[in-house]
């Protein structure tokens, strides 16, 4: 044993010698050999190596030179030695990477633009299914039908018998021989196998290119991206901020024009913002001399004719900014005396009823749909109103005082309407018309009113303003005008903007539905819970009651449409001028919003509907037949004639019927109310009051309740085809998500112009080929 | 397990959470009939017997009851003599005689046909509200928290409870069976793989266990397949539809491959929780996520980096997406509100769904992406139209306490909800629905049916009786004050508008905008 300790093997001991050596710098921890891929390394597998810093030729980093060194020599090589050399001199170094949260947002907004696209793919065949009439499902995917039963082989099990080797064999020959007849010596196998890899090659190599683009078009983005973002907040010249303050304020301009037309509320909204920037620009004192550049420049001018020039500049500037404020100021105090005038309300007919009551109302209709479409309308009647009140107040007062007035009549033509004006505008200071604001007229101009008659020196001055006051009021009526109108496209405009929605964006893209069906989005009717059993039957019986009726429980589609009206009549809060045609069963559309402009006076301003409303009141309470003689002749006089009268009389007393004097109407001592008593509350509880969502019109809802549905009025398919549901499922069959193959591809865009011209040759028609 | 019959379709519905278990109360297994054509878990000839089932429906009135044929002949008859009678064919007389005819029918129709048309939709309402036996069966367990259906079976639904315990149920036989202990502590998801051969779980302990879709051998132990441990804690899970990637939420959104151990990669922004994750079952590459700080994150598996946020005014607790159209997504939120969003237009939502009156807990769309179903920690389930604010109907029973999790069938019938006192219940998705074979000609009536219904649908009594529900009184009389509250609010505003100077204007806000607070990029 002691032998065998001894025995001295080199390598064993080298061995051994390394261990004791290296016994202070022994790594315990295991180097981690990955098994899995992982894209972070966390830090405890970084083990540190065995260091080799024992060993005496510790290598050193690879430098550039070492490189060039080794490329120099061979002559091959030397030139790309020199170019290494020459690229290390150049020092050209790299941009400094954009700070993290930066990079990251740039990354972010690329991966959302992405995703959005892809997206975006969706909308047609999401909107095409939106608005398919049935949607079957699970989705009918497009299977394509191979028969493979004609090119099947059938499978061989059986073991073939010696004969039919050799059948086979002789047939391959047999082949092989045509083949060599004909001169064809390629190898069908072979080619196929050929074919195949090359396919196989091909497509990779495409969807690699395809990939490799899609790759470097992202990252173009976003170093173009990282790019802009480090230069613009890099940049300190004030002319590049100037400038770029001034193309921003461009675009805003550009904007706000835009919405001019699209949207004037946002518009407005706009101009509101811009003028508050201008506003406080102008408060910032920006131009008034008052900052250090001026104060210095102020110290300089004396001497200096440049400097006083800048100044001056500047103080111009201020002077512009602070000029167009009183213009604007002056404005609104225009728009509001020429706006006073429509105040007046004195065209009074004394005779007509009717016309009194509705010059009340149209302050407050007006009051109520603001920046109407029918304004100018208003405008042009008013005006004729004014000459026609004219005419009939002088005719009044002329006789009164008709020395004085003549000669000043002249001046105060148009002061005339300003004066009835005052005694109404006490009570209302402040209006809305139209969205303008109206207020009391100035107090100079009542005092100019009241002086009027004693001061006829002061006339010279009042045309002076008379004339001015005119030419103002028609710049300002023009401007007016055109807002007006502004304001009249307005809200179909601001509808259309809001149909940007992207629903809607989808519905406009969907084909037309044919059968409309009535959506009703709104909550649930909640009752408590507690005695549910015994509600429903009670409900029941309570419909059927209602139902039995026989006034109730026809619906009458005119008597829908009256309900719509008057339901209108009540919003706007005043009496409605609109004119129902009750008899017009087929209600004609454009014919509807023109009548509804016919004011009642104009309707009726031939025939007194108030006495007509009264003969009506009094034939339903006039005593008609409240006897009714039940007796019929022959009755009781079996025995022939010569019964005595007395007898008779007595009899016919007894089947004499009297009926309950009729009650009495609801509105009998009230002069001018008619109360409609035909009218059923019962059936009112049945009618639709306002037209259901997807219909637009009317019309086209009547109609659609009209037309039957059922098999006893329409044809047995009409009847499947209007019956259909929007939805069809199968019992137990998956649903499956939607999956790509639904997606329409785009067609491909053709580069060649020869490809071009072939795709626009209309295909001919497989029959006609055939043909 | 005596009933699965493979289905055509493969794919993987994702989301759904409930939970299981306690006593295993396994009734003897039946032999069932295998009808490849129609699933009808009426069919069975003995379903499990501890199951409360209420299936009542009654048939409308007859219609020719309603709409007396007879009548409209002898009506045609009279009409017919009276205008005929004692006249000679006359070719120019004719034409007219033949509109006055059309004339007169049309106008008696109109006294006499239209009003029982009327009734019928009316009685057709009514009876379809009595008969709507919603209530389909239940089944006791503990606390469910998740549930995911079998992709390819429509008969099989798992779910995972708050006890760590997974439950497989048979839907046709309305009986669990199989169930094992996945978890310590809470199973917080539970998902099927896109081949239905392994389910993922994860739960509480940090670890996501992969299981055999298949129950064990006699004899054999449940054994995960794979057990990963993970770094984050973990809070949901969803599969990828197309290929085998799945992906988690916790700490960090983290995309896995299903081969591999170890995330590919993590996805992170910000330090708050993510607490739901749900991939888009048509993109399949894009998934969204609901964080703790009260927003929604979307991701892009491929992307290295999240890819926008959007933070609403609370927390938004479950996201689901919709199935036919690729690019919109509703969570359920903790003020009352579902919130539906198009992924391109994320500062406003396309529609705010309202009616629950208290959180909501649970978000699913129907395959057919048409509606979608909420559970609520009211106590109540409701189905929404996806593209109506207000609820279409309102499921609830007696002892169903707050509704945890909710799940709509792949085959568009049936409606699952799992709930705090511990049971898992199957709802009709349409509550007047008849279950069982349905002949053609009942079909055919039914169709008819619903076209009146759609028909008439604007006339106020019709509408009144189709938008009359039976509510609990708590609901009641919430909703009572959320409306005093509401319209309080409403009336304040009025008052600072009025009050305020007009150059300082108070702006006018949609309901939509008032929920989103901002989109981060």
Redesign the interface.
């Known amino acids: 044993m002691s032998d065998d300790e001894e025995h001295y093997e080199p390598k064993a001991h080298k061995k051994l010698l390394q261990a004791i050596g290296s016994l202070g710098k022994v790594q315990h921890i295991q180097k981690s050999t990955r098994d899995e891929r992982q894209s972070r390394q966390d830090e405890f597998q970084l083990v540190k190596g065995v260091s080799s810093a024992e060993t005496d030729n510790t290598p050193r980093a690879v430098g550039l030179n070492d490189l060039v060194d080794i490329l120099r020599t061979s002559t091959k090589h030397s030139q790309t030695g020199k170019k290494l050399k020459n690229i290390q001199g150049s020092k050209k170094v790299l941009e400094k990477p954009l700070e993290k949260p930066a990079a990251d947002r740039i990354k972010r907004t690329i991966g959302y633009e992405g995703v959005t696209k892809k997206l975006g793919r969706w909308d047609a065949v999401v909107a095409q299914q939106r608005s398919a009439e049935t949607q079957i499902f699970p989705l009918p995917s497009e299977t394509v039908y191979v028969n493979t039963s004609a090119n099947a082989r059938p499978l061989n099990t059986r073991v073939k018998s010696n004969l039919a080797q050799e059948l086979e064999a002789n047939k391959r020959k047999l082949r092989e021989l045509r083949k060599a007849e004909i001169g064809d010596t390629t190898d069908e196998k072979e080619l196929a196998k050929q074919e195949r890899l090359l396919l196989q090659k091909k497509l990779t190599r495409d969807e690699l290119f395809a990939r490799r683009k899609e790759l470097a078009y992202l990252k173009m983005r976003e170093s173009q991206k990282s790019a802009k973002a480090r230069m613009q907040n890099k940049i300190k010249s004030k002319k590049f901020h100037k400038l770029q303050k001034r193309q921003k304020m461009l675009e805003q301009m550009k904007e706000f024009e835009l919405l001019q037309k699209t949207n004037p509320e946002a518009a407005l909204e706009k101009l509101n913002a811009l003028e508050k920037s201008r506003v406080q620009e102008r408060a910032s004192l920006r131009h008034k001399n008052t900052g250090t550049w001026a104060k210095n420049l102020q110290i300089r001018a004396k001497y200096d004719k440049d400097v006083r020039k800048d100044l001056a500049e500047q103080l111009a500037v201020s002077r512009e900014l602070t000029q167009k404020k009183q213009e604007s100021d002056s404005e609104d105090e225009t728009i509001k005396k020429r706006v006073v005038p429509e105040e007046e309300e004195n065209d009074y007919d004394p005779f007509n009823p009717w016309t009194k009551r509705k010059a009340t109302e149209q302050t407050e209709n007006e009051k109520g749909e603001s920046g109407d479409a029918n304004w100018r309308q208003y405008w042009t009647k008013r005006n004729k109103n004014e000459k026609l009140l004219e005419e009939h107040r002088r005719d009044l007062e002329g006789v009164q005082d008709n020395d004085e007035q003549e000669e000043k009549e002249t001046i105060q033509k148009p002061l005339t309407e300003v004066k009835p004006a005052k005694k109404k505008l006490k009570k209302s200071k402040v209006k809305i018309e139209n969205g303008w604001q109206v207020e009391d007229i100035s107090p100079t101009d009542r005092k100019e009113a009241k002086e009027r008659p004693n001061s006829k020196a002061i006339d010279d001055i009042f045309e002076k303003h008379e004339d001015q006051i005119r030419a103002k009021l028609s710049k300002k009526m023009e401007k007016l005008k055109e807002r007006v109108n502004k304001l009249k496209e307005a809200p179909i405009k601001a509808k259309k903007a809001k149909k940007k929605d992207v629903l809607q964006n989808l519905k406009s893209l969907a084909l037309k539905k044919t059968k409309q069906q009535i959506e009703i989005d709104e909550p649930l009717n909640y009752e408590e819970d507690k005695n549910s059993q015994n509600n429903i039957p009670v409900q029941v019986e309570s419909n059927t009651e209602s139902t039995e009726t026989p006034a109730v429980d026809t619906i009458d589609p005119n008597k829908v449409t009256t309900l719509v009206f008057t339901q209108k009549k009540g919003n706007s809060g005043g009496l409605n001028d609109a004119l129902i045609d009750d008899e017009a069963a087929e209600y004609d559309e454009e014919d509807a919003a023109a009548e509804r402009q016919l004011t009642i006076s104009q309707a009726f301003e031939d025939d007194d509907i108030v006495a007509d409303f009264n003969r009506d009141k009094g034939k339903d309470s006039e005593l008609k037949n409240t006897e009714l003689q039940l007796a019929l002749p022959g009755w009781g006089s079996w025995a022939g004639a010569g019964i005595s009268k007395e007898v008779m009389e007595r009899r016919n007393k007894r089947l004499l019927l009297k009926l309950a004097a009729p009650e009495k109407r609801r509105d009998e001592n009230k002069d001018n109310l008619y109360i409609n008593e035909s009218a059923s509350k019962h059936a009112r509880q049945h009618m639709v009051s306002s037209i259901p969502f997807p219909f637009r019109s009317l019309a086209d809802y009547e109609a659609s309740i009209r037309a039957p549905v059922g098999r006893n009025f329409v044809p047995e398919t009409a009847f499947r085809m209007l019956t259909r549901p929007a939805v069809i499922t199968r019992k137990g069959q998956v649903i499956e998500p939607m999956t790509e193959s639904e997606l329409v591809k785009p067609d491909r865009r053709l580069r060649h112009i020869v490809d071009r011209r072939i795709k626009r040759i209309p295909k001919v028609p497989p029959k006609a080929k055939i043909a | 397990m005596s009933t699965q ?1 493979p ?1 055509t ?1 493969s ?1 993987a519905k994702e989301s759904f959470r409930a939970s299981a278990v306690s006593a295993d109360s396994r009734s003897e297994v039946i032999s069932h009939s295998d009808s490849d ?4 878990p009426g069919n069975e000839d003995k379903p499990a017997s501890d199951v409360t089932i209420y299936n009542y429906y009654n048939m409308g009135p007859a ?1 020719g009851k309603k ?1 007396p ?1 007879p009548y ?1 002949r002898l009506m045609i008859a009279q009409v017919v003599k009276e205008k005929l009678a004692n006249k000679t064919y006359n070719q120019l007389e004719a034409l007219k005689w033949i509109r006055e005819v059309a004339d007169d029918i049309n106008i008696k129709m ?2 006499r046909g ?2 029982p ?3 019928h939709v ?1 009685n057709v309402m ?1 009876y379809q ?2 008969g709507a036996g919603c209530f389909y069966g239940a089944r006791a367990i503990w606390d469910e928290l998740s549930d995911d259906y079998h ?2 079976q ?1 008969s099989t639904l798992a779910t995972g409870a708050y006890d760590g315990e997974v439950r497989i149920w048979d839907l046709a036989n309305r009986i669990s069976s199989r169930n094992f202990v996945a978890h310590d502590g809470f199973v917080r998801g539970i998902v099927y793989t896109q081949n239905a051969a392994r389910i993922f779980t994860v739960g509480d302990d940090k670890t996501i266990k992969v299981w055999k879709a298949e129950a064990p051998e006699v004899g054999e132990d449940e054994v995960p397949v794979n057990t990963i441990l993970s770094k984050f804690g973990l809070h949901g899970i969803s599969h990828n ?1 197309k290929d085998n990637k799945f992906a988690t939420c916790g700490e960090v959104c983290a995309i896995w491959d299903e081969s ?3 995330p ?3 996805l992170k922004w910000g330090v708050d929780t993510l607490h739901t994750i749900s991939y888009n ?3 399949t590459s ?1 998934l969204a996520c609901c964080a703790s700080d009260r927003s929604i994150i ?1 991701y ?1 598996q491929r ?6 946020k959007v933070v609403l005014t609370m927390k938004s607790n479950k996201l689901a997406w919709n ?5 919109n997504f509703t969570v359920a939120n903790e003020d009352c509100n579902l919130y539906t969003f ?4 994320l500062q406003t939502p ?1 529609k705010v769904h ?2 629950h009156v208290s959180a909501v807990t649970d978000v699913d769309y129907s ?2 992406g ?1 509606e979608f179903v909420s559970a609520s920690y009211d106590k109540t389930i409701r189905i929404y ?1 996806a ?5 279409r ?2 499921y609830h029973t007696k002892r169903m306490q707050h509704v945890v999790c909710v799940a709509w069938s ?4 049936y409606v699952f909800s799992g709930s705090d006192e511990m049971n898992v219940r199957m709802w009709k998705a349409n509550a007047s629905e008849k279950l069982g074979v349905i002949r053609p000609r009942e079909r ?1 009536n039914f ?2 049916q ?3 219904k ?8 019709i ?11 708590h ?2 009389n919430a ?1 009572n004050k959320m409306r005093t509250v509401k319209e309080k609010e409403q009336v304040k505003e009025a008052n600072v508008r009025k009050h305020t100077k007009k150059s300082k204007k108070v702006p006018y806000v949609s309901e939509k905008k008032k929920h989103v607070l901002k989109e981060e ?1």
């Open positions: 019959r289905k379709v794919t054509e129609e699933w009808e219609f709409f044929l409209i109109k006294g239209s009003s048309r009327f009734k009316v009514l509200q009595t992709p390819k429509l539809r591999h151990n170890d590919l990669k993590t079952p048509v993109e894009i979307l892009d992307e290295a980096q999240p890819l926008r199935p036919m159209e690729a690019f198009d992924t391109r237009k396309l309202f009616d395959p057919t048409k139209n593209h109506h604010s207000h609820s109907d309102i792949l085959d568009n019938r055919v169709n008819y619903e076209a009146l759609q028909k008439y649908a604007a006339h106020p009594q509408k009144r009786i189709a938008r009359h529900r039976q509510v609990p009184r609901v009641l909703q990029v």
